[in-house]
């Protein structure tokens, strides 16, 4: 079974991210990215932009409305995602607890759709 | 009626159904084996007694007046159930015994029947630890949820799945026969053990998930120990977990910060709980019957030594594992040993001791890769130990651990 974890950070945690090697939060990141790895669970992952370079479209009565930012307006944003084949939810909350990004903001865990609603979208 | 009255009402009713809960769910259960209906009509109880005692005062037996508006909570229960000629003997039972029992203080305890049910081989071993802490301790789903990392619904629905099974599945409400007994008191013993929730207390990698439940287990130890007396493991499980609990104090610094039994400072360790300890540990040895729990407990015992000597007598500690992996090889008593003769014998026996371990098993298993960056350090390593500080630190769910583990990394 295929998990996403979706990370959510708080505006401190955008803060944190700098591109420095020696920054004890990138250290966490890069461990837990090797378990991942090792484990033989990793599927694939990415993160995001800040949530200020988001833009969001939308199409109304024929109309486009482009507005700057992200879509949601909450304290916590959507930073990366990470998705992971394993065998349940109980061990997709496991990894979920071990994440870096559970211990300041939220990881939201959810199961991929089915592989035949999945197969329905890319034909 | 005023506030602070009613405050105290709340109190001793929540002090009540703490000391009580166990033994009224066992009671009330255990000819009708519906743990949910027992609860249901117990919970009832106690609204109403949150109700009429700010009025009528607290009744100078609250467990007998709980018992007493349980069980009529239950026969209603049971009626409405629309199976009335399958309960006919339980309502029997109930109506019976109710005269004497609601009357006096002394109704059979029948925690221990309740304590082999929920360990009992029929049910999903995932489940004896919070089928206890629901039908002995009170406590509710979503708080046993958390401890286990389930979400509240899940475990709600298989705590539900569970009493099911124990109500239609013919489990009995007894104490095993003398053939059974030590298999089926190891599988309560365990249980106790889960909701505790620290594998072993010495390196990094005790597991903070149960901690929040340590109270709760030693509560559940003392209950067992309490109905089994002259039993060594028993009295070998309180006192591990009084070891453990006593350090508590000394595991973190005042920011926070972690810090691993072999710098912690003994003089923060509470010696009451440590006494207490090496009482039950002593009772438990002088009955020469020797197992898992009480020589984890002597592990525990020889660390805790330190406070009066100032220096850990390794040897002592890696025999003892010796013994423990003879009866019972579980990764972390393997991790475990290898750490105790890394320290007797040296660096090298204790890597060779870990790489003697199964590989698949270890994947996602942190304390072996705390224990293996850290001999892999000590035997100057630097490159290996760095990537197994690497995955002890992404396997970590503490962020004090994963901040411990990064820096000993650099």
């Known amino acids: ?123 | 009626m005023n506030g602070s009255n009613q405050q105290d009402t709340h109190r001793t009713v929540e002090r009540v159904a703490r000391e009580s809960y166990g033994r009224l769910v066992a009671y009330l259960s255990v000819h009708t084996h519906d743990l949910a209906s027992a609860e249901d009509a117990l919970s009832n109880a106690l609204v109403s007694a949150l109700s009429h005692w700010p009025q009528d005062g607290v009744p100078q037996n609250p467990e007998a007046w709980l018992l007493t508006a349980a069980r009529r909570s239950l026969i209603d229960v049971i009626r409405h159930q629309h199976v009335v000629q399958a309960s006919e003997p339980s309502l029997a039972l109930l109506k019976e015994n109710s005269t004497e029992a609601a009357l006096s203080t002394e109704f059979p305890d029948e925690r221990l029947n309740l304590l082999f049910v929920c360990a009992h081989p029929a049910i999903d071993p995932a489940m004896h630890t919070p089928l206890m802490l629901q039908t002995v301790l009170g406590l509710d789903a979503a708080r046993i949820a958390q401890a286990f990392l389930i979400a509240p619904k899940t475990m709600g629905q298989r705590l539900f799945r569970a009493k099911t099974k124990i109500r239609s599945g013919g489990i009995p409400f007894e104490i095993p026969q003398e053939r059974d007994l030590p298999a089926r008191l190891d599988a309560v013993i365990e249980a106790i053990y889960a909701a505790f929730g620290i594998g072993w207390d010495d390196m990094v990698g005790a597991d903070q998930r149960g901690r929040d439940l340590a109270e709760e287990a030693i509560w559940l130890a003392r209950v067992l120990l309490q109905l089994m007396p002259s039993e060594a493991e028993v009295q070998g499980l309180l006192a591990l977990m009084l070891h453990c609990e006593a350090r508590r104090p000394a595991r973190r610094g005042a920011d926070g910060r972690y810090i691993p039994l072999s710098e912690q400072d003994p003089k923060q360790w509470s010696f009451p709980l440590i006494e207490e300890a090496e009482r039950h540990l002593s009772e438990a040895f002088t009955q020469g019957r020797s197992g898992r729990f009480q020589l984890e407990a002597a592990i525990q015992s020889v660390h805790a030594e330190r406070a009066r000597t100032g220096r850990t007598d390794w040897t002592a500690i890696a025999l003892f594992y010796e013994r423990l992996i003879r009866i019972s090889p579980a990764l972390g008593t393997q991790a475990g040993y290898a750490a105790a003769v890394a320290e007797a014998k040296g660096p090298e026996v204790g890597l060779a001791v870990l790489e003697s371990i199964d590989r698949d098993a270890i994947a996602d298993y942190q304390p072996y890769w705390a224990v293996r960056a850290h001999i892999l350090q000590r035997l100057g390593k630097t490159r290996e130990a760095a990537d197994a500080y690497d995955r002890a630190t992404g396997l970590a769910e503490d962020p004090a651990v994963r901040e411990f583990l990064l820096k000993r990394r650099s």
């Not at chain 1, 482009?66 to 990366?80: C, F, H, I, R, S």
Request: proline content about 6%; glycine content about 8%.
């Open chain 1, 1 to 123: 079974m295929q998990f996403a974890l979706m990370i959510y950070h708080t505006p401190e945690e955008f803060d944190m991210r700098k591109n420095d090697y020696s920054d004890p939060h990138l250290g966490a990141w890069r461990a837990y990215y090797r378990a991942l790895v090792d484990a033989g669970v990793y599927v694939g992952a990415d993160a995001l932009e800040v949530p200020e370079t988001g833009t969001t479209v939308r199409l109304r009565d024929g109309k486009r409305r482009v507005q700057d930012g992200p879509y949601a307006d909450t304290k916590e944003q959507l930073a990366g995602f990470i998705i992971l084949e394993l065998p349940s939810v109980d061990a997709a909350l496991e990894w979920a607890a071990r994440c870096p990004g559970a211990s300041i903001g939220v990881v939201e865990v959810r199961p991929l759709a089915k592989e035949a609603l999945r197969r329905g979208f890319t034909g």
